[in-house]
Structures are given as C-alpha cells and as structure tokens.
C-alpha cells in the first residue's frame, strides 16, 4: 500500500520525506522489521520504540512514526511526527489491512471474570447455528479448528487486524473476543467494529496498571461506545448497573441479564452438582432448558451472557442448548482431574479475590470432607490482592497451601509473606511449600478420601514464570505425575 494512502487518514503533526513509496508491512517491534516496512515507536513501560529507529532501517524499514523529535541522518527514510503512536498504531493497522472487522460479526466480552469462559460458550453455540468461527482470548486464538498460540489475552492492535485479515482469508465470519481493560486503556482494539459488547462484572484486579478502581471501570466502559447492534450488561453487577444509566444516552439498545434483578434474560430454577449446572433460559420469546459442565453459579452468569449474545443473533434455541451441552469444559476452569477417583481434584484459573471466593464457594455446597486449597499471586502484577486473596482461602478453606504462581521479577518469598498476612487473620489452617509442584504434591498427600483438592491460579497455563526464566509448567499434567508417583492412579 502506497504510504501516501495510509497518511491520509491519520492525525499528523509533520512528515519529512518521500510519502509516494510502497509500504510492504507494517510493525511496532523493531525486530520484526523487513524490507520496505512502516515502523511504528512506541514509548513503552520498560523501554522506549524510538531507541530502536536505528534497527529497524537496518532491516529494511523505510518510513517511521515517531512521538519526539528525532535526528536521522538517513534521507531515505520517511519521518511521520504524531502525537499518540499507539493511537496511530491501531488507525494504521485498520487501513493497512482494509477495516478486516467490517466484514465480521464480532462480538467483544469484557469484566474482570469469566471472559473466557463467556467467549468458549459463544464458540460453541455459533458453530452450532453453522458458522464459520474465530476465537481470539487468553488461551489461544483460534480460526476455525486451527490453534494460534498466544501470550496475552487481547493481541497489540496490528497484530489483531492481522488476525482478523486471516480470518476473513479462512471464510471466517464470525469472531468472539475478549477484551482486557490494557487492550482498552492501550487502543488496541480502536477501529475494531463491534456488533455487540458483553460486560461480565467488575472487581478488584490489575491496580498496578489502571491505580484505581474508577479508572478500571472507566476502562471497562469504553468497549460500549464501539458497539452496532447491542450492549449485554449484567443488571444483578452494580458496576453493570452503572454502564446501564451511563451508556443510557447511546442509540446502541441495552440487554441486560440476571438472577436476582429485573433484566431481558433470566435464569430461572437453578439445578446445580459439582459437575454441573442446570436452568431454564428465560427470553422475551422462548425459555429452554440448559444444561453445562462447568458448576457454580458463576457459570450461570457466563451462560447468560453468552445466551444474550445469541439471543441478539437471532441464534435458534435448539444450537443454544446443543452448543452448551457440546462445551463440557473450558481448559482450567473449574476442571475436574477425572483419573484422580480418591478424592476430587480441580485445576481452576481464578487468581481475583472475586473470582476464589466464587470458586471455593462452589465447592463448598458440595463439600463432603475438607476443602484443601493450593494457591499463589502473580508477581508484577496487582500486590493489593494478595491478602485479600489469603483472607477469602483460609476463611473458605480447611486448609490452604500457598505456593508460587508465576513470581516473575519478584521474590516468591515476599508474594507468600503478602499472602500469609491475609490468611492470619483467619482461623484457616496453612502450609507454606514455595515449589508449586511440591505443594501440590502436599496437597495430595494430605488429601483423604471424599477430600476437594483446589489448585487454584494457572488454570490451562503451560508455564511458571520464575525470574527471566520460563519453565514448564501444568498444573493438571502436574497433579497426574505427582499422583502416578505417590500411587494414586
Ligand atoms: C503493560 C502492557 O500491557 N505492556 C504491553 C506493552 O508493553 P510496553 O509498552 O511496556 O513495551 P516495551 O517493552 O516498553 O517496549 C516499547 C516498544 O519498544 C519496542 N521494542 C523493544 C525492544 C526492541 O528491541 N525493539 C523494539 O522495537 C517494543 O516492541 C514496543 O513497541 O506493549 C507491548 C507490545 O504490544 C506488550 O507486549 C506489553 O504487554 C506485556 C507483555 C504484558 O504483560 N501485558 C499484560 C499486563 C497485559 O496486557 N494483560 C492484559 C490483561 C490480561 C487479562 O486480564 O486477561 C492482556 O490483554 O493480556
Ligand atoms: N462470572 C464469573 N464471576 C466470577 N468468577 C468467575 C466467573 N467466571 C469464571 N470465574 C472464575 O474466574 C476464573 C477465570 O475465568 P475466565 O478465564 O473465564 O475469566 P477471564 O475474565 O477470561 O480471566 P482473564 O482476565 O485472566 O482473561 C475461573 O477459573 C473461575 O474461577
Ligand atoms: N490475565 C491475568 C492472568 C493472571 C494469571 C496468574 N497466573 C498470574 O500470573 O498472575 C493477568 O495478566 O493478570
Ligand atoms: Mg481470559
């Protein structure tokens, strides 16, 4: 594409140079610069884009977009001054890959639980209805039946134009995201056309980035501004309650779903056992009854969300419910290790105060001996939940073992000091094992029969983050090694 093209339709402060070139590709890592690129700085939280100029031309980039003022001696390379790079980043990448999100239905979940849970159930009941799929969220990204590994939840905004771009490319016609409050904050979903927004709930998560809960909430918010067809918000969340009355002014119409509040769709007569969680889906124009694997009324909620989605679709009852039936887990959520018979074992991703105390409530109404809980925090990430988080496990818990998640930069040590203040203030009994696949090994070996195991934290995670370093890690194929080598297969 002619770089003069894609100039036209971004806010500039100045271009110094050649803008009748062609432009090849397009990127915001040096690195991955080739011939003929357009390299986009990006002052960043560890480093700073404008550092690598240099790097990138020796690749091959022959236009940059910069912040600052910069000196290059290269005349041959094309300067374009803007004032917000990330900003320029996304309008690039739209009309680099000609507005890829046109031509989808894309329907983007956001809120502090259950996003990726909500968009596996949207999946299903889509390939149900016989369309064509794409996936994009914290586990992978997916085009059809092809996997796409990823590292974070929602790609940098070239990244994702270029996913879209694929998708289109495979027949995709159809696309569920999650949407993270950075990807808001950090415009990388700007220009994206979403036909619907879902907001799952709000509670405490990632302060070390947004500083305040009102700044998370404000992120949150703006995915409802860049809807077509509808918002679905849950009415029984106050924070849903606050969207509702803020985006009150919009034309976009408003679903809202629930259990307790007034809403458009409801759940009614609520079944649930420890695999399971049965309900009738009331709509304005149909009530089914449903069935999913996953328990807890957590799970309610997602199902709601993702029903609303299809409802908004037109989406026929019948793929609903076959759609959901068909989902009988999400990797690492609430997943039950079958092949452990003794007692039960669960692998579950929560790591939000919100997201544990939802969880080992679950458990608890099904308890029929103790509930053993095996949990850690991220490092680098949000400290403020870590006593929280230990406060919630040894009120709920007979017994928690904490552990490391993914330390990262930080010394697992003071993570599991920060967590240990929580668990004091409870009359929850606790274990300190600093190696996880040793605590889990403790928490097997302490387990007796009728006993719930909860492994809380890494749910479908692959690796432990410890240091600069990346290990190996499941916290399922774990648990099945420690058992096979304690004899409990
Ligand atoms: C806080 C945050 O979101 N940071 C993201 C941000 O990093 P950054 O701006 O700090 O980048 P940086 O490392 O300082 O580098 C600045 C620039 O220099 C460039 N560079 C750097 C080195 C080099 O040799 N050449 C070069 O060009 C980099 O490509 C970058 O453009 O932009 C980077 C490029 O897109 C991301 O990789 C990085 O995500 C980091 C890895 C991250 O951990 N993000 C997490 C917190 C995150 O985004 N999480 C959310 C929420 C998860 C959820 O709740 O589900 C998510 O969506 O995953
Ligand atoms: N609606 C919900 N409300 C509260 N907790 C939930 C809900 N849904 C799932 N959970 C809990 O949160 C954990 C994470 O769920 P899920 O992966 O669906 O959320 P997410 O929003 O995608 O998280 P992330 O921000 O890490 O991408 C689950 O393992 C479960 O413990
Ligand atoms: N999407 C979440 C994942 C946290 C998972 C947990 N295992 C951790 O490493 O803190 C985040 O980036 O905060
Ligand atoms: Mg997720």
């Not at 690796?463 to 420690?482: C, H, M, R, S, T």
Request: glycine share 6%; net charge negative; with cysteine.
């Amino acid at each position: 594409m002619l770089l003069e093209k894609i100039l036209q339709s971004i806010e500039k402060e100045r271009v110094n140079g050649e803008t009748q070139i062609q432009i090849d590709s397009i990127t915001y890592d040096s690195s991955r610069a080739k011939e003929n690129s357009l390299f986009i700085c990006i002052e960043g939280f560890n480093t700073d884009g404008h550092k690598y100029i240099e790097n990138a031309i020796s690749k091959g980039a022959i236009a940059i977009v910069v912040s600052k003022e910069i000196d290059i001696a290269n005349e041959k390379v094309t300067i374009i001054k803007v004032k917000n790079t990330r900003k320029v980043l996304a309008e690039i990448a739209n009309v680099f890959y000609d507005f890829p999100t046109k031509k989808l239905d894309l329907i983007g979940v956001t809120g502090t639980n259950g996003k990726t849970s909500t968009t596996y159930m949207i999946r299903n009941i889509l390939l149900q209805a016989n369309r064509k799929v794409g996936l994009v969220g914290t586990i992978s990204n997916w085009i059809g039946s092809r996997e796409i590994d990823t590292t974070r939840t929602t790609p940098e905004s070239n990244d994702l134009q270029y996913l879209f771009c694929e998708m289109l490319d495979a027949g995709i016609d159809s696309c569920v995201m999650e949407v993270s409050s950075h990807s808001l904050v950090l415009h990388r979903v700007d220009g994206s056309d979403f036909k619907i927004g879902i907001f799952t709930n709000l509670t405490r998560d990632h302060l070390d980035f947004h500083e305040t809960m009102e700044n998370y909430f404000n992120a949150k918010k703006e995915l409802f501004y860049k809807t077509s067809l509808c918002n679905i918000i849950n009415a029984d969340d106050c924070h849903g309650q606050r969207i509702i009355t803020e985006i009150g002014e919009l034309n976009t119409p408003i679903i809202t779903y629930g259990i307790n509040n007034h809403s458009t769709i409801k759940a009614q007569n609520i079944g649930m056992t420890i695999k399971d969680v049965t309900f009738d889906l009331v709509t304005p124009k149909y009530t089914v009854t449903l069935n999913i694997g996953t328990p807890g009324l957590f799970t309610v909620y997602n199902t709601l969300a993702a029903c609303s989605a299809a409802y908004a679709l037109d989406i026929d009852k019948e793929a609903i419910k076959k759609g959901l039936h068909s989902l009988r887990s999400v990797p690492g959520r609430f997943e039950i290790i079958k092949e452990i018979e003794d007692f039960t074992v669960i692998v579950d991703y929560a790591h939000t105060p919100d997201a544990l105390e939802n969880v080992l409530n679950s458990a608890i109404k099904f308890k029929e001996n103790r509930i053993i809980t095996v949990m850690g925090c991220g490092g680098d990430r949000d400290k403020t939940k870590r006593p929280i988080m230990g406060e919630i496990s040894g009120s709920l818990s007979d017994l928690t073992i904490i552990t490391s998640d993914n330390p990262r930069s930080e010394d697992p040590k003071v993570i599991i000091k920060e967590i240990k203040e929580g668990i004091e203030k409870t009359e929850g009994e606790y274990l300190i094992v600093e190696d996880r696949k040793e605590a889990i090994k403790a928490a097997l070996n302490n387990a007796k029969k009728r006993d719930i195991v909860i492994i809380v934290g890494k749910g479908h995670e692959k690796v432990q983050i410890i240091g600069k370093n990346v290990y190996p890690f499941d916290d399922k194929k774990v648990a099945l090694e420690v058992a096979r080598e304690e004899g409990l297969l």
